[in-house]
């Protein structure tokens, strides 16, 4: 009823224009399959389909991986640009199910971490999207392991990205000693802010629906 | 200002007390005047806008209650006119044809009377036969057989005869018989064209009633308009009500309709683009059920039905009854596109149902029995509800007329209270202005006491009193100095002073 009547005061409050690309958002998921963590794809996958669930026509996802070498175009399992007809957009979130079960039955554990690599896949793929609403949603332990020759020690330009770490699991030092999770997750969100992005941990997957509250 | 005090010596702050008392007790004079003439000028400004929202209110009142006459006025000739109009189409359609009417029931009249006459039954022949035999039983018959031949021959005749006129007499009957049952749906087409006939003249009877009401509906508004106008007012406030509630009705429906259609608008213009915060598929949906709302508006106003639009009224009758079928025609497309858009949803909500069952991983429940019920059922309302916004018009017409009288009276209301408001501060600022004067003087009251101690023993000394300088007598106004006063009360003041 409230959308009825505000499509009914519309031409009080407007005065007519066309604005496709204002209220649109792109979210990249990037998913960690280095070491042990690739036990917790079906996770990974459930906020995928969430998401699949959540985003509106004209809005961008993009689901890619992080291994040895992320900054790669090869690492992206699947990304579209939902299309506002109803069926094609139902279509699109079918095929997009389905990319998504291949590469959680199919994919093999990396023997690296490169995190900052994805994060430049990602927000490559969000500048080109052109949405004013981008979030890099980061499924993983946050530590970064490169191999040999990857240089990725550089600031990052996040250029007004939200991103939003998910399950960061502590790992074995971190029982160990505390401090270390929680310099490791200082190191990032420092990084983050630094490169012009917002940085926040959600950990509780429960509540998804804070996924991409502002 | 509390640090300013709070380093002070007592004495000092003593000190500063008196010397503002002496000041404010040496501008006493000024001060009250300043202030009273300043509530006096706010209370009078304050009265003067409060008689001019008075006025305002007056006229409103005035020009509301014209408004409601000329309404009433051209409501009540509005059926006379239509009135008229019914007692010109019974006369046209049936007392015209009178004289056709009147030939028709002579001719059935006539062919009724025929058909009696014919009908009537001719009388059997005496029996001549019996004097013939009494004459010939009188003839002297010596051998006896001449009479019995005789009269055997004459008994055969006349067994012949009986019987052939028998047989006429039955066939006439007969025919009888048939021009009677012939002339049964004459008298029925008789009887039927006599009650129409009749019932005509009843209805006429009927209009003509109602005219006589009317015309007294219009007289009293010519001759006692007070009354006119409280009647008025009543069916309005009424009719407002009325319609009001009719509206809030088309409003639900415009809404089912338009939910039945936002969705599967998206698939027709994309449900990603915006207008503003609202998708476009939403913004068409709803000029879709505007455009069948305006749609409806004219095939009403072209029905002659609502009279919103004097344009359309006074169009060429050939011209109206075009318009008629083309807002009727778009109507019908429109209903039709409902009917398909409705049926898309239903398919495009089975096909989102499906994906978010996939998604949250639920086993996809197989549909029991019919599910076109609903999907039928969305389709007639989605035909259906085009034809049934189109009568918003006639609440709508309503709720205008009684809407214009309903906001003049809650706008005079609104004047009446301003004027009573403003009339209200005006006191208050009156005796705010007194009440200052009070407070100002409660300040200085120890100098006040002093003064009239000093007033007290010198009149008791008897010591005259020299006027202040200062400050004449506050409470009594002012004696107007000679330039102000009027040339007549100069011209007498000048021969008492002489």
Request: hydrophobic share 45%.
């Amino acid at each position: 009823m409230r959308r009825f009547f505000l499509t009914l005061l519309l031409p009080l409050v407007l005065g007519g224009c066309a604005d496709s690309q204002s209220h649109t958002q792109s979210v990249v998921l990037l998913i960690d399959t280095s070491g042990t963590y690739t036990a917790e794809l079906q996770k990974a996958q459930a906020i995928a389909k969430f998401l699949l669930g959540t985003l509106q026509p004209g809005d961008s996802l993009c689901v890619a991986s992080i291994d040895t070498g992320s900054f790669s175009e090869k690492d992206i399992i699947h990304k579209v640009t939902f299309d506002g007809r109803p069926s094609v957009l139902n279509q699109q979130k079918r095929t997009f199910i389905e990319a998504l079960d291949h590469f959680v039955g199919n994919t093999k554990s990396s023997p690296y971490t490169d995190i900052t690599g994805g994060m430049l896949q990602a927000v490559e793929y969000l500048t080109e999207t052109g949405s004013p609403r981008r979030t890099i949603l980061i499924f993983s332990d946050l530590e970064e392991e490169l191999a040999k020759g990857y240089v990725r020690d550089f600031p990052l330009d996040l250029n007004n990205c939200r991103v939003v770490a998910l399950n960061v699991t502590k790992l074995r030092q971190d029982n160990i000693d505390p401090r270390k999770y929680k310099h490791r997750l200082e190191a990032w969100q420092s990084r983050i802010e630094k490169g012009g992005g917002s940085f926040r941990v959600i950990n509780d997957l429960d509540r998804l629906e804070r996924l991409l509250e502002n | 200002m509390n640090r300013i005090f709070e380093g002070m010596n007592p004495m000092t702050l003593l000190t500063l007390c008196a010397l503002g008392m002496v000041l404010l007790y040496l501008g006493r004079a000024q001060v009250h005047r300043a202030i009273r003439q300043a509530s006096r000028i706010f209370a009078s400004a304050l009265r003067l806008a409060s008689r001019a929202v008075a006025l305002a209110e007056q006229r409103l009142q005035t020009r509301n209650r014209e408004v409601l006459l000329a309404e009433g006025a051209s409501h009540v000739e509005k059926e006379l006119e239509r009135e008229f109009q019914r007692i010109e189409a019974v006369v046209q359609r049936d007392l015209q044809n009178y004289p056709a009417l009147h030939r028709q029931m002579s001719g059935l009249l006539t062919r009724l009377d025929e058909d009696y006459q014919q009908s009537a039954s001719s009388p059997p022949s005496p029996p001549g036969w019996v004097a013939a035999v009494t004459a010939v039983t009188k003839l002297p018959d010596p051998e006896g057989n001449l009479v019995g031949t005789i009269l055997g021959e004459i008994k055969q005749e006349a067994d012949r005869q009986h019987t052939s006129s028998m047989a006429a007499y039955r066939t006439q009957s007969q025919q009888r018989h048939k021009r009677l049952e012939r002339m049964m749906p004459f008298w029925r087409r008789l009887q039927k064209t006599l009650s129409n006939a009749e019932r005509n003249i009843t209805g006429l009877q009927q209009r003509a009633q109602a005219i006589d009401v009317r015309m007294e509906q219009y007289e009293t508004i010519r001759s006692d308009p007070e009354r006119a106008a409280r009647y008025l007012s009543s069916s309005a406030f009424a009719q407002f009500a009325i319609s009001s509630l009719v509206m809030v009705i088309a409003v639900g429906g415009a809404f089912i309709n338009f939910n039945l259609i936002a969705l599967p608008m998206s698939e027709m213009v994309g449900g990603g683009s915006r207008i503003g915060p609202l998708q476009t598929s939403h913004v068409a949906a709803l000029v879709i059920i505007l455009v069948e709302v305006t749609m409806g508006l004219f095939l009403m106003e072209t029905l002659r039905i609502t009279r919103l639009f004097p344009v359309i009224n006074q169009l060429d009758d050939k011209l109206r009854v075009r318009l008629a079928w083309f807002s009727f025609s778009i109507l019908l497309t429109m209903a039709g596109i409902e009917s398909a858009l409705a049926f898309m949803r239903d398919q495009i909500a089975a096909d989102s149902h499906a994906l978010r069952q996939a998604l949250t991983g639920a086993q996809a429940t197989a549909i029991t029995g019919a599910n076109w019920i609903p999907m039928v059922g969305q389709m007639v309302l989605g035909f259906i509800l085009p034809f049934a916004l189109t009568f918003v018009a006639i609440p709508l017409e309503s709720f205008i007329h009684s809407g214009r009288t309903m906001l003049g009276t809650a706008t005079c209301g609104f004047l009446r209270f301003c004027a009573t408001l403003l009339r209200i501060v005006g006191s208050f600022s009156l005796t705010s202005g007194k009440l200052l004067i009070s407070l100002y003087d409660l300040l200085i009251f120890p100098l006040l006491w002093v003064e009239t101690r000093v007033g007290q023993i010198r009149q008791t000394t008897g010591i005259s009193t020299p006027v202040p300088a200062a400050g004449p007598d506050l409470e009594k106004p002012a004696l107007p100095s000679k330039a102000l006063l009027p040339t007549s009360r100069r011209r007498k003041k000048a021969e008492g002073d002489q």
